[in-house]
Nanobody, 124 residues
Framework: RVRLVESGGGSVQAGGSLSLTCTGS????????MAWFRQVPGKEREVIAS???????TYSDSVKDRFTVSQDNAKTTLFLQMNSLKPEDTAMYYC??????????????????WGQGTQVTVSS
């Protein structure tokens, strides 16, 4: 039911910036979680920033000082501002959603809906 579409990826030099956008639709519940994941070849997908049902953001240690997540007023669009990019940030970036009533009780953990991903490449 949920549809997520990422955009904004591209190629930049180290130290540069990129802004990613995730546009969501078809949410079943009035409260839900959204998150940004990334994955590099040969590695497992990792969550880099998640937004809980209250709008609080949790960042991974690798990006917390450089990346910033924000939402629109309707909380259906998720943004990712990436500054001071490093070659290690090169990855496919995905948007995900946890759209279920259990998130109120167990936190955000059922990442069942995903976007198609957008590639970010940082060169040195």
């Amino acid at each position: 039911r949920v549809r997520l579409v990422e955009s904004g990826g591209g190629s930049v030099q180290a130290g540069g910036s990129l802004s990613l956008t995730c546009t969501g639709s078809g949410f079943t519940y009035s409260v839900y979680c959204m998150a940004w994941f990334r994955q590099v070849p040969g590695k497992e997908r990792e969550v880099i920033a998640s937004v809980d049902i209250y709008g609080d953001v949790t960042y991974s240690d690798s990006v917390k000082d450089r990346f910033t997540v924000s939402q629109d007023n309707a909380k259906t669009t998720l943004f990712l501002q990436m500054n001071s990019l490093k070659p290690e940030d090169t990855a496919m970036y995905y948007c995900a959603a946890d759209d279920n009533h259990l998130a109120k009780y167990e936190g955000c953990r059922r990442w069942n809906d995903w976007g198609q991903g957008t590639q970010v490449t940082v060169s040195s």
